[in-house]
């Protein structure tokens, strides 16, 4: 037997057998009894050897017949080693260690498993590594300094401003010394020396200078003030983009586990409390700080022990700052922390109002508001008393200061050390002095709360992305659509969701994801889009691990829908453009034509141009699934996930919604995560998850034949459903089973009036057809993109420019729409009253005048092009088609709402 010698200091003396090599080292740190305890496990080509308590060394040879179990139960897992079924040994361990435990579970398996099978393992890509933004750590107001390097120039114009209007600040009290000692306390004494008009040209002189070097202060305080103040600005905005820049790359485990309104906080009121100090305190903190010390220096020439009693308040003054700084600091943080939890409440009980008000809990959401408040008022009541006694003190000492500087300044005039206009014009500096050192006082209480503030976003900034970037990433212009699962493992915090998960999905084919609630259906899906990365194993597309691609070229090719679609306040059309923010209305209406949403947007008066509440909320569910397949269809993905997309919506829905998936998984690459079995029936492959395992695997059929897991997920929903899960109700199966008419062929088509704002649509065959014309962007393009429904309310034909057809046709066209559009032209604002929360509008239209009430400020709608939509309290709507050329009044009352 040969020693070697071991880099891990763990192991100690560990001797190794010739040809013997360490393949894996877990540490276990629990005993038996799970109390803490170190020991270490090493796995061998040869042996599992175990250090025991006294230091020796036990041994299990690995044979036929051994294998080892893995299992977590409560915050602790448990590797065992069996033989012929029978425990052997065990170790435990806390969470801390389950990597490692892993890791030798793999080893163990990879060593065990027939010469050329796959191993468990794929090594980790390079990534880029995180560096902090900004190295100067516990000081968060000096690593603001970073954000004026971009701004050096108006920075430094700034400054400079500010030392030249100190400068100019110290001229005033230094000429009334020559005022007082040359004319007027010899005009007094009747001992000045010349004729009074003398007296007067000198008075006049030095007031001269007196009132130009306020004018100059003036000026030059107004120049550094419009220059700091803009340069301030634009900074905070730079810090507020950068805060939620940062946040878009953070991963989502990092939003796992925070609230909403607290990241909202951080950003808005924390960042408005940085605007505040930027613009405002940090350049009178500047230009105080100046004062104080050149008013210092000029004391000090004058007379230095005059200066030296009007100093002695600075020093007790300066230690009391340093030494409440910190409670200050510490008070705003608990502060900011209570303003967040509030705002939370908010940002949890507003958007679910829905369910507050259908269980009744408004008190109960009344009483956590209120609780929330009072904690605010609390933390606040406690550094205002501390505050409150901490400037008074300050002025005290400072009157103190004046009374020490007057005695002292009497005895040296008694005493003709000094003249009067000496003791003036110290006096003038000395209250000056005080003056702004109470001023500094004051921003303590600004400048700590900036300082929270700013160490609030600097943790959103130093938090490191969990999805890095490669170092050298691999090239994927174009995929095939080719997925694979290779042992895959992930845990999320405590918890082992998937466990040495495996399989492939050839491009374009469709897998289907089962399993029960819980299984890690969903978890499949983030790791596809990398939303977070695997513990174990690697997820390829075309043979290449995720990791090693830039994560945005990675998910241009990948199409999500989710259970629960998240639409974003705004236009239809800009939800389904999201993804491709750029494309043509003509592609946004080919994709939501694919997601059959095209003819219920159609059914809207804005069409396209309508504006969706918050999530979506003035969408029935299958409305804002369907407008999500559009979404996902836009980006014309190789890869498609659907995450339950027909889980919530009712029997009917989910057919209208499978008939839009059937057009959009054709020749993709499909993953599709279902509890309801019914919407894998294209499935070309079945994936069946149990507590995060494969139970089983293989085409529906040949499932269905083992009678396994999937047998019985299949005979379950059956037996619930009692065999209906695919009838829709009465009257309504035909309707989805009928064909949709055919579109008409523009060529020969001619268009008819046939009143009250309906055509007659004539084909070249001479079949006519009764039709009513809807404009698909009435606001955004209302002259192109008009469609043509039928009776049923199926569009037939969309003329993208209506200047194509015969002159008779486009005026017939045009006719009809004008009779189904009243959209009265907004010529003149005459008042707006507010009453309660509502305002009540009287204008004068091109159709008359007419009053109206608008509910919400949100229903004055500035378009893009600069117009503004009127939405009033019916309905109705109202165009302000140029408001640069109403009246004054009236574009006044307008700016209210801008």
């Given at each position: 037997m040969a020693d070697y010698s071991m880099e891990d200091p763990s192991l100690g003396h560990f001797p190794l057998e010739d040809g013997e090599s360490i393949l894996a080292i877990f540490q276990p740190d629990l005993n038996s009894h799970s109390a803490y305890e170190s020991g270490v496990l090493v796995l061998t080509n040869r042996r599992l050897r175990h250090r025991l308590g006294d230091g020796g060394w036990s041994e299990i040879p690995i044979e036929e017949g051994l294998h080892l179990e893995r299992a977590e139960r409560g915050g602790i897992g448990e590797l065992r080693a069996l033989k012929a079924g029978q425990s052997v040994a065990s170790w435990t361990h806390t969470l801390a260690q389950a990597r490692a435990a892993?890791?030798?579970?793999?080893?163990?398996?990879?060593?065990?498993?027939?010469?050329?099978?796959?191993?468990?393992?794929?090594?980790?890509?390079?990534?880029?590594?995180?560096?902090?933004?900004?190295?100067?750590?516990?000081?968060?107001?000096?690593?603001?300094?970073?954000?004026a390097r971009p701004h050096l120039t108006a920075v430094s114009l700034g400054l400079g401003l500010t030392f030249a209007s100190t400068a100019v600040g110290l001229i005033p009290p230094y000429l009334t010394m020559p005022l007082v000692d040359r004319v007027l306390v010899p005009g007094a004494q009747g001992q000045f020396r010349g004729h009074v008009s003398d007296a007067y040209s000198s008075v006049a002189v030095y007031l001269g200078g007196l009132a130009g070097a306020a004018v100059l202060a003036w000026l030059?305080?107004?120049?550094?003030?419009?220059?700091?103040?803009?340069?301030?600005?634009?900074?905070?905005?730079?810090?507020?983009?950068?805060?939620?820049?940062?946040?878009?790359?953070?991963?989502?485990?990092?939003?796992?586990?925070?609230?909403?309104?607290?990241?909202?906080?951080?950003?808005?009121?924390?960042?408005?409390?940085?605007?505040?100090?930027?613009?405002?305190?940090?350049?009178?903190?500047?230009?105080?700080?100046?004062?104080?010390?050149?008013?210092?220096?000029?004391?000090?020439?004058?007379?230095?022990?005059?200066?030296?009693?009007?100093?002695?308040?600075?020093?007790?003054?300066?230690?009391?700052?340093?030494?409440?700084?910190?409670?200050?600091?510490?008070?705003?943080?608990?502060?900011?922390?209570?303003?967040s939890a509030m705002t939370s409440i908010l940002a949890d009980a507003i958007p679910g109002i829905r369910v507050v008000k259908a269980f009744s809990q408004e008190g109960r959401e009344?009483?956590?508001?209120?609780?929330?408040?009072?904690?605010?008022?609390?933390?606040?009541?406690r550094i205002n008393r501390l505050w409150t006694f901490?400037?008074?003190?300050?002025?005290?000492?400072?009157?103190?200061?004046?009374?020490?500087?007057?005695?002292?300044?009497?005895?040296?005039?008694?005493?003709g050390h000094v003249t009067v206009g000496v003791l003036t014009a110290f006096i003038a500096y000395i209250s000056r002095f005080y003056t702004r050192v109470e001023s500094m006082s004051r921003m303590l209480t600004a400048t700590q709360k900036a300082s929270a503030g700013a160490q609030r976003l600097f943790e959103i900034l130093d938090r490191a992305p969990t999805e890095l970037e490669p170092k050298h990433p691999v090239?994927?212009?174009?995929?095939?659509?080719?997925?694979?699962?290779?042992?895959?493992?992930?845990?999320?915090?405590?918890?082992?969701?998937?466990?040495?998960?495996?399989?492939?999905?050839?491009?374009?084919?469709?897998?289907?994801?089962?399993?029960?609630?819980?299984?890690?259906?969903s978890t499949v899906a983030n790791l596809v889009c990398r939303f977070y990365d695997v513990s174990n194993g690697a997820v390829l597309v075309d043979g290449v691990d995720v990791r090693r691609i830039s994560v945005a070229e990675h998910r241009r090719h990948i199409g999500i829908v989710l259970q629960e679609p998240f639409l974003f306040f705004g236009t239809l059309g800009e939800n389904v453009a999201y993804g491709l923010p750029g494309a043509s209305p003509a592609r946004v209406i080919?994709?939501?034509?694919?997601?059959?949403?095209?003819?219920?947007?159609?059914?809207?008066?804005?069409?396209?141009?309508?504006?969706?509440?918050?999530?979506?909320?003035?969408?029935?569910?299958?409305?804002?699934?369907?407008?999500?397949?559009?979404?996902?269809?836009?980006?014309?993905?190789r890869i498609l996930i659907l995450d339950e997309a027909t889980s919530a919506v009712d029997v009917r829905t989910e057919r209208q919604i499978q008939r839009a998936l059937d057009a959009v998984v054709a020749g993709r690459t499909t993953i599709a995560i279902a509890h309801r079995l019914s919407t894998l029936r294209k499935a070309d492959f079945i994936v069946v998850l149990r507590d995060g395992a494969v139970a089983e695997q293989g085409p529906?059929?040949?499932?269905?034949?083992?009678?396994?897991?999937?047998?019985?997920?299949?005979?379950?929903?059956?037996?619930?459903?009692?065999?209906?899960?695919?009838?829709?109700?009465?009257?309504?199966?035909?309707?989805?089973?009928?064909?949709?008419?055919?579109?008409?062929?523009?060529?020969?088509?001619?268009?008819?009036?046939?009143?009250?704002?309906?055509?007659?649509?004539?084909?070249?065959?001479?079949?006519?057809t009764r039709v009513t014309p809807r404009r698909c962007f009435p606001f955004t393009h209302p002259h192109h993109f008009v469609s043509l429904v039928d009776e049923r309310g199926h569009e037939r034909i969309c003329f993208e420019d209506p200047h194509t057809l015969t002159a008779a046709s486009e005026t017939a066209l045009l006719a009809a729409l004008r009779a189904t559009t009243f959209l009265p032209i907004v010529r003149r604002i005459?008042?707006?009253?507010?009453?309660d929360a509502r305002f009540e509008w009287h204008v004068e239209t091109d159709r008359g005048h007419v009053s109206f009430v608008v509910e919400q400020e949100e229903h004055v709608r500035a378009l893009e092009d600069g117009r503004y939509l009127l939405t009033d309290s019916h309905g109705m709507r109202y165009l302000i088609e140029a408001p640069e050329r109403l009246d004054a009044t009236s574009r006044r009352l307008l700016s209210r709402f801008s």
């Open positions: 892993s890791d030798l579970y793999d080893a163990f398996n990879a060593l065990r498993a027939p010469a050329g099978a796959h191993a468990h393992r794929r090594s980790i890509p390079e990534v880029d590594e995180w560096e902090p933004s900004n190295p100067l750590e516990g000081a968060p107001l000096l690593r603001l300094l970073g954000l030059l305080a107004w120049a550094q003030g419009a220059v700091l103040a803009a340069v301030t600005e634009r900074m905070a905005a730079d810090l507020r983009n950068r805060s939620f820049s940062h946040l878009q790359r953070l991963g989502l485990q990092y939003f796992g586990g925070k609230r909403t309104g607290d990241l909202v906080a951080r950003i808005s009121s924390d960042t408005d409390h940085l605007c505040a100090f930027l613009s405002d305190t940090l350049i009178d903190f500047i230009t105080d700080l100046l004062m104080i010390v050149s008013t210092a220096a000029v004391l000090l020439t004058l007379d230095p022990l005059l200066a030296a009693a009007a100093l002695a308040s600075f020093p007790p003054i300066a230690w009391l700052i340093v030494h409440i700084r910190g409670t200050l600091t510490h008070g705003f943080l608990r502060g900011g922390r209570a303003w009344i009483a956590r508001f209120e609780r929330a408040n009072q904690r605010i008022v609390d933390v606040n009541t901490f400037w008074p003190l300050v002025q005290l000492l400072n009157q103190l200061g004046l009374l020490v500087v007057w005695a002292v300044g009497a005895w040296q005039v008694l005493h090239r994927q212009p174009e995929i095939r659509g080719e997925v694979a699962f290779e042992h895959v493992s992930f845990r999320h915090g405590s918890r082992l969701v998937l466990d040495d998960v495996s399989f492939r999905v050839e491009p374009g084919r469709m897998v289907g994801i089962v399993g029960h609630t819980g299984s890690g259906k080919a994709a939501a034509r694919a997601a059959r949403a095209h003819d219920f947007v159609l059914k809207l008066a804005e069409g396209y141009d309508a504006l969706v509440g918050e999530r979506g909320q003035s969408l029935s569910g299958g409305e804002r699934q369907r407008i999500a397949i559009a979404r996902a269809i836009l980006v014309d993905p529906p059929a040949e499932l269905l034949a083992r009678d396994g897991e999937y047998a019985r997920l299949w005979r379950a929903q059956h037996a619930a459903t009692g065999d209906t899960a695919n009838v829709a109700p009465e009257g309504e199966d035909d309707e989805l089973d009928r064909p949709d008419a055919p579109p008409f062929e523009p060529g020969g088509l001619r268009l008819e009036p046939d009143g009250n704002g309906t055509l007659v649509a004539v084909e070249s065959g001479g079949a006519r005459e008042r707006v009253t507010a009453l």
